[in-house]
């Protein structure tokens, strides 16, 4: 047995068991996005690596909405707070939902991926995901680019809808 | 006294208005387990298979050095040396309070199965987040990364040099693997001269 305390006991005092998606959670630091995309970019390459990065978050921040809004669709106004609550309480920082559209939307990073130390990489699937379950559509539905514009706080963030 | 871990450890869900968790080291978050693993799932099927053992060795040294940083900037918060401060400051204390601190966090129920001050440490989990990969992924080899890097990462922190010198002067091998059917892991770490 652990010297230390009950297994279970650390979990429960933890508080951190469940994600939105009622997923395990892990406590890590934000370094730990960008060392996956590190290890990803050394195992299989950079484009591909950032692209599986991108693709992995944006599979999981869309069962994570899907888990937190599921059946009849929130309102619009609903969504966007459950979105940017959602990435807050991660600890990953303050994402401002600017727009939000079935078409897409407009979303800010306030600091920006640096100073959170966040690959864009992980933002943008963030994005894709969840833009993707509040529309109804499929992982996949929506592009995400970086954009910069004047007297931004932080990063902005382009949603489109694919096709 | 570890209790004033989990104390702690409870406070890290509260991220404030910027979505900061300022403890232990500050920087912190909290990721669903799937990310990670779905990650080196899709990693190691996508490699070359001729080349697996390479894309295996990048998500280690990627890991390991990860780890390295996270554990250091952990051991130096002034919530781990009040919380650890009854484990004494001797190693095995401070090894204790780690991974006592990593149950809170999720990532594995460990205990020191084995301590040789400076040479060898053997870590054995009987539950890790890690190993869920086996619901979906079949392996003949441990794929506990995180875990083997932070086992080396304790002893590179113990007993190496000074951070950030000390990284890999020790190494970790897995050598038993819930994800690959065995009943608990194993996590053998020894000095680089002891290979």
Known sequence: MSASIPFEQALDAGRARRYLNADPAVVMSRE???FMEEAAVKAIGSAPGAELLFQTMEDVSYRAMKWAAPGAPLPEADIRALMEEHFRRSGLGRLVIQAMAAGGGRAELLGGCGNAGIPAACVRGY??????????????SFRVRKDTAQNAAGDLFIIEARG | MMANLVTYASMMCDADGNG?????GGG?????????????ERLLRRADPM????????????????CYRLAHGVMESPEFMEGARAAGQE????????????AAWGWADAETAFLEPGKKLVVHA???????????????RPLAFMLSGMCGALMDLLFAAPFPRGLASFTCTQTRGIECGDRYGEFVVTGKDAL
């Open chain 1, 32 to 34: 730990s996005l960008s």
């Open chain 1, 127 to 140: 994005l894709a995901g969840a833009f993707a379950a509040a529309a109804g559509r499929m992982p996949g």
């Open chain 2, 51 to 66: 080349r697996s053992g390479a894309a295996e060795d990048a998500i280690r040294a990627a890991a390991a050095g990860y």
């Open chain 2, 28 to 40: 912190l978050c909290i990721l669903p387990s799937t990310l990670w693993l779905l990650l080196v």
């Open chain 2, 91 to 102: 190693p095995r204390g401070r090894l204790e309070a780690f991974l006592s601190l990593m």
């Open chain 2, 126 to 140: 009987r539950a890790y987040f890690e190993a869920d990969i086996r619901d979906t992924f079949q392996s003949a």
């Open chain 2, 20 to 24: 900061s968790i300022p403890i232990f």
